[in-house]
Nanobody, 124 residues
Framework: QVQVAESGGGSVQAGDSLTLSCVVS??????MAWFRRTPGNNREAVAA???????????DSVKGRFTITPITQHGGKNTVSLRMNNLKAEDTATYYC????????????????WGQGTEVAVSL
């Protein structure tokens, strides 16, 4: 059974940093990504990376502030982190980790497995 588990959310002030982590178990897909959702809105892609790739993909709203780490594999588990620097109030959202195989990185429906989400709250 595939399991996706996020961790690392919390409440911070604008300008602070936060790191989210995701562990995917029992899945051989080649891509992991982070999406986020604010109340009343659809999930939007934030960042994605492919197994073995040196190129990461970012939304314009987070480019230069967020960094997604390469996927590491150990004991049947794939792990990826999202380092978020210089957080802004508009980054407040529920962040979801997603795992898929050969997705178009921005397309939510291309990802087969999702975590439950972790909350990030940024106050001024």
């Amino acid at each position: 059974q595939v399991q996706v588990a996020e961790s690392g959310g919390g409440s911070v002030q604008a300008g602070d940093s936060l790191t989210l982590s995701c562990v995917v178990s029992n899945y051989a897909g080649n891509c992991m990504a982070w999406f986020r959702r604010t109340p009343g809105n659809n999930r939007e892609a934030v960042a994605a990376i492919f197994q073995g790739a040196r190129t990461a993909y970012y939304s314009d709203s987070v480019k230069g502030r967020f960094t997604i780490t390469p996927i590491t594999q150990h004991g049947g588990k794939n792990t990826v982190s999202l380092r978020m620097n210089n957080l802004k109030a508009e980054d407040t959202a529920t962040y979801y980790c997603a795992a898929g195989h050969e997705p178009y990185w921005r397309r939510e429906e291309d990802y087969r497995h999702w975590g439950q989400g972790t909350e990030v709250a940024v106050s001024l």
